[in-house]
Each structure stands twice: as C-alpha cells, then as structure tokens.
C-alpha cells in the first residue's frame, strides 16, 4: 500500500480507494481526507523502504569511482543511475513528508544524527541528482536491444 500507485495517488483524484469508512482501510482513509495520524501503519515501510534505497544509491556512488572498468561509458551510466534511483527515493520521501533528512553517502555510525532538510533544500537535491544522471544516462533509443 506505500507504492506510488496505491499511497501516492490515494488523494486525488486519480484514485478512488472504495469504502467509505476507516473500518474497510483507515491507513488509506486517512491519506484521502489529508489527516494522516502519527501511527499509520503505511509511513514507516515507506520511509525504511526509500532510506535504504538511498543507502545502496550511496554505497554505488562512493565505491564504484574506485574500480576500474574496461568501459568508462558503462561506469558513467551506472553512477548516473545511482543518482536517479537516488532522487526517486528523495521524490517519494518529499512528497510524503515535506522536508527530509538529506544523506549524500554513507554515513559513520556517529553521524546518524542528520537534522531534517528543508522541503525546498529537498528538491534542490533531486533536482541536482537529476542534472548529473541526465548528462550521463543514454536515450532509451540509443541503446540496443540487448
């Protein structure tokens, strides 16, 4: 239920979730009436979900620049997705509590304390990740079928 499809259009019109009461869902019923309480059920997966997403982006980011490649284009392509992965784990995040923790690599264990971002310092982030994967991923259309 933390998917895009389900969570993050529950509260448009995009979707209709059906019941009509918090008895048939009250995780979704509380995303369409834009009153979600501090225990659904829905927020923590969806958090742990993305942050470790962006743990793995991360650990790509910072060690693959290390390892040697018998096709550069390649590694390019690996960092720049990476980044996107990482901005669309930030972009669900944003988009479900505003403002969040930014985390550009891996952390050390005394460094787990990273203070909340601002919503406006979060797109900021995606938007740069976005700039430097779009330079170095391929057209869709460039690549071959294999």
Do not use: H, Q
Not at 8 to 36: F, M, Q, S, V
Not at 97 to 119: H, M, W
């Amino acid at each position: 239920m933390g998917t895009d499809i389900i969570f993050g259009e529950i509260g448009t019109d995009d979707l209709i979730k059906g019941g009509r009461n918090a008895k048939n869902n009250a995780p979704l019923l509380e995303r369409e009436k834009w009153a979600i309480s501090t225990s659904n059920n829905i927020l923590g997966p969806l958090w742990s979900i993305s942050y470790k997403g962006i743990l793995f982006a991360n650990l790509v980011l910072e060690n693959v620049p290390n390892i040697t490649f018998d096709d550069e284009v390649r590694k390019k392509e690996i960092l720049a997705e990476a980044r996107f992965l990482r901005a669309y784990y930030y972009s669900d995040l944003v988009n479900s509590f505003g403002g969040v923790p930014i985390i550009d690599r891996p952390l050390k264990i005394n460094e787990y304390n990273v203070p909340r971002a601002t919503k406006e310092a979060t797109y900021k982030f995606i938007e740069e990740d976005l700039k430097v994967a779009i330079a170095d991923l391929p057209s869709r259309l460039d690549k071959d079928a294999s």
